[in-house]
T-cell receptor, first 110, second 116 residues
C-alpha cells in the first residue's frame, strides 16, 4: 500500500480564489504532516507542518489533518499569482525521512 | 538566508559511466540527505547521512550508489555505473541535527541527471 496519495491533477484558479489541496495516507502511526511548495527549477520548500489532528494557520495558508480518515488538506485563501507552484504533501516516516505525494501544480491566473 | 547548493545544475552522461553529484549543505548542519524525483513521479528518499556514516537508506539505494563527505563542506552522491532509469532530478537536503526527527529539511535546487 502506498504511503501517501495525492491526486496529481493541475489546478488553475483565478486570483483571489480559495485553493484546496488534499492527500490521503496509509499508516495511522504517522504523526507529522507537511506541505512543501516547489517553484520551477527549485527544490521543495517547507510551507506548513502539523502534528496530529487539527488545524494550523499561517497567514493565508491553513493545514488540516484528520487522523480518523487519514486525510490531510491545505487551503490557500485569497490566492495570488505568486502562489503558482507545485504543492507536495509529505509525511514523516522516522528519522526525518519524508514520504511525498506526487504534487499538485497550481496556477493562479491574474 | 543560508542555503544548500548543488552542482552541477544539469549533468548529462552516457549509460555505464560514473557520475558524482555534489552538494554543499548549510554550514553547521549535521544531517544530510539525498532524494530524487523521476519526471512525473514522487520525490523519493534515497539516503540519510550523519556523523560520517549512512543512518538510513531506501531500497533504491543499492550497491551502485554511494555517499561521501570528503571534507568539511561537501557531500557527494556517486553512481558507479549509470542506467537509463537513473535519469532524474537529484535533491540534496540538510537539517541542523539538534534532534533526530521532525526537523525542517532544507533542500537544494537539484541536479538534473540525464543518462543517454
Amino acid at each position: 500500500q502506498k504511503e501517501v496519495e495525492q491526486d496529481p491533477g493541475p489546478l488553475s484558479v483565478p486570483e483571489g480564489a480559495i485553493v484546496s489541496l488534499n492527500c490521503t495516507y496509509s499508516n495511522s502511526a504517522f504523526q507529522y504532516f507537511m506541505w512543501y511548495r516547489q517553484y520551477s527549477r527549485k527544490g521543495p520548500e517547507l510551507l506548513m507542518y502539523t502534528y496530529s489532528s487539527g488545524n494550523k494557520e499561517d497567514g493565508r495558508f491553513t493545514a488540516q489533518v484528520d487522523k480518523s480518515s487519514k486525510y490531510i488538506s491545505l487551503f490557500i485563501r485569497d490566492s495570488q499569482p505568486s502562489d503558482s507552484a507545485t504543492y507536495l504533501c509529505a509525511i514523516q516516516n522516522g528519522n526525518n525521512r519524508l514520504a511525498f505525494g506526487k504534487g499538485n501544480q497550481v496556477v493562479v491566473i491574474p | 538566508e543560508p542555503e544548500v547548493t548543488q552542482t552541477p545544475s544539469h549533468q548529462v552522461t552516457q549509460m555505464g559511466q560514473e557520475v558524482i553529484l555534489r552538494c554543499v549543505p548549510i554550514s553547521n548542519h549535521l544531517y544530510f540527505y539525498w532524494y530524487r524525483q523521476i519526471l512525473g513521479q514522487k520525490v523519493e528518499f534515497l539516503v540519510s547521512f550523519y556523523n560520517n556514516e549512512i543512518s538510513e537508506k531506501s531500497e533504491i539505494f543499492d550497491d551502485q550508489f554511494s555517499v561521501e563527505r570528503p571534507d568539511g563542506s561537501n557531500f557527494t552522491l556517486k553512481i558507479r555505473s549509470t542506467k537509463l532509469e537513473d535519469s532524474a532530478m537529484y535533491f540534496c537536503a540538510s537539517t541542523p541535527g539538534r534532534k533526530a526527527t521532525n526537523e525542517k529539511l532544507f533542500f537544494g535546487s537539484g541536479t538534473q541527471l540525464s543518462v543517454l
